[in-house]
Structures are given as C-alpha cells and as structure tokens.
C-alpha cells in the first residue's frame, strides 16, 4: 500500500468536509492507498470543527488539529506537515473545487523523478477577474525565479516528505513551496488537474491578494536568490548609487574649479546646480544600502545555520552514524482515540 497524509487547512468549510472526506477514502481503496488525513481548522466560525470531531471519531486515520484563530493558510499547512509522517504529503483546499480522484496522476507524476508537483488549474471555474491577474503573476513568478509553473497558486500538490525538512513556510508564502524547494535543489513537475465549480460557500481571497502575492513574490526572491549573501544585492544597489553620486560630484567639482580658472566659461554656482542635490541624495542612498549590506551579511554570519547552508539528499553507510543537522523528526502525539498495541 502506498502511504499517503493528506492535509486540508480549513476556514468556515464545515458543509463540504464529510463530503471530501468520503471522495478521498473512494479514491484511496480504488487505488490501494494508505490514506491518513489531517484537517486543520484555522479559526472558523462556523460547524467546521464540530464536523472534524465527528469525523475524527469515525476515521481512526483522521487527524483533527484547531487552531484558536484564523492565523492563515500558511500557519495551517506547516501544522499539517509538522504531524506528518508518510512519505508522500498532498495539500488540498477544503472547498471541494480539487478532485481526490486527480490524485494518482499526481503521485505518477512524482514518481518520475519529481520531489515537488503542482496541479495545474487548465479549466480553472472562477470568474475573470481572478483568473486573469493570476495568469499575470504566475508569468511574473516564473520570469523572477525560473521557476515556470502555469499555476502556482493551486493549493492542489503533492511532496515528498523530505521537502518540509528544509522549507519553511511563514506568512503567505505557501503558493511559493515550489519555489522554495527549487532553491534547495529539489525537482519541481506540474500536471493538468480537474478544477470543480464551488459548491459551498464562498471564496476567501479578495482583491487585496493581489498585492500581497506580488511583496511575497520579493521576498521569495530575495530569500532565495540573496538570502545568505544580502551584500550582493543591498551593496550592489547602493555601489551603483554611491558610484553615480561621486561621478556627478566630481564633474561639478572640476567644473566650478574651470570655471573660475578660464574667465570665458561662466561661472558654476553649486548651490543653484540642481544636479548638486541629486548627486548628494545619490551618495547618501548609496551609503546607506552599502551599511545596510554589512547589517545583512553580520546578521547572516551569527545566524545562519548548517542546514541553511547545503542540502544533503542521501547518506553512504550505516544511518545511525550520521545525524541530520535539524536533529532528527518527532513523531506527533497521535490522536486520543487512537490505540496501540504493545
């Protein structure tokens, strides 16, 4: 049987989650899975918890985790992965548009190679308005950091257990997993998935996403193009102000000296240059990127970590001789009405 922990984060959901629960476990004896669940409850305010413990109480694999308010879907999915122990995790949306049964095209998909792999929305069943920003971002996402999915926001995905090892995941930086995972070395695929009408309730994302995936996207950037090596970016940015500020300087330096020297060239007044103040503002702002550089590559010297450094992916020789530098992984407490033989 193939091991697989699906985790849902959940926010007012509570009419479509016995119905996913149902498809899920139809389309885990149809393809002889070994299926547990995790529903994390992030803060609803409706039925959406009362449904889990119900659940929970009839599916000795069902894993129900509550959180005492809506802290995002990011918070959600890294309490899903912190208790799960399978090999394969799959992170769904609670809202039924994902089809349980597009899951063995995705496990098919990893098992080519992939470390990482993201459905792809084709037939996406949303309104204009969010469909097109998002083939927008999505271009934008695959241009800044190469990494070119048609779909980096489904929440439909599939990974190896060994990606949550080392990405972490804060803020709302979940739709950038792929993205994180690349810039450690792990390999991304992408396949077309079934994308269903909403049947309950409505969406949670507003207008406002938009601009909130758009400073996410740099900081992803910025995390894993520059993130151990601040100075290249900062200092850079500020070498080329410093540079540009001292250039003009030194040209109107030079020129109020000309000036002065050859009565045939009218005299250079700096304080009525407005080139001057440019040239100032320029020299500063350079500075100043150039101590913030220093700042960054400080900070990332006291902080940084091994495991921040490289990514390892097998070990020769016997496992107990090496230990990971993260230490090793701590089971989960499991359910209460779980038993145990011993």
């Not at 393809?31 to 009839?58: C, F, H, P």
């Not at 992965?81 to 394969?88: L, M, Q, S």
């Not at 396949?191 to 909403?198: A, F, I, L």
């Not at 001292?246 to 009218?266: E, G, H, K, N």
Request: with cysteine.
């Amino acid at each position: 049987m193939t091991p697989i922990t699906v985790v849902i984060p959940a926010f007012n959901e509570a009419e479509s989650l016995r119905e996913l629960h149902q498809q899920l476990h139809d389309v885990a004896a149809a393809n002889d899975y070994r299926l547990r669940i995790v529903m994390v409850d992030d803060g609803s305010t409706d039925d959406t918890w009362q449904t889990i413990e119900k659940l929970s109480a009839d599916d000795a694999n069902l894993l129900g985790v509550r959180f005492r308010r809506n802290f995002g879907k990011a918070a959600a999915l890294t309490a899903g992965f912190d208790v799960a122990e399978d090999p394969y995790v799959v992170t769904m949306d609670a809202d039924l548009q994902d089809d349980p049964a597009e899951l063995p095209l995705l496990l098919k998909k990893l098992n080519e190679g992939f470390d990482v792999v993201s459905g792809w929305k084709i037939h996406r069943q949303d309104p204009w308005h969010k469909t097109l920003p998002s083939k927008v971002f999505n271009k934008l996402v695959g241009w800044l950091t190469g990494v070119k999915l048609h779909d980096h926001n489904c929440g439909f995905k599939l990974y190896r257990r060994e990606v949550f090892n080392e990405v972490r995941i804060y803020g709302e930086l979940h739709r950038f997993v792929p993205v994180l995972a690349s810039a450690r070395g792990f390999k991304v695929g992408e396949v077309p998935v079934n994308h269903r009408p909403r049947k309950f309730g409505h969406s949670k994302y507003g207008f406002m996403r938009i601009f909130k995936g758009l400073l996410d996207l740099f900081t992803v950037k910025f995390i894993t193009g520059f993130g151990q090596r601040p100075q290249h970016l900062l200092g850079a940015t500020g070498l080329v102000a410093f540079l540009v500020g001292f250039v003009i300087l030194s040209y109107l330096a030079v020129m109020w000296c000309v000036s002065r020297i050859w009565t045939d060239i009218p005299e250079v007044h700096l304080h009525e240059t407005a080139a001057l103040y440019y040239a100032l503002a320029s020299f500063l702002i350079g500075g100043q990127f150039l101590s913030v550089g220093l700042l960054g590559e400080m900070i990332t010297a006291f902080l940084i970590r091994k495991a921040d450094m490289y990514s390892i992916s097998a070990y020769t020789g016997p496992e107990e001789r090496v230990t990971p530098a993260g230490g090793p992984h701590t089971p989960p407490v499991p359910p209460a009405h779980e038993t145990h033989d011993h």
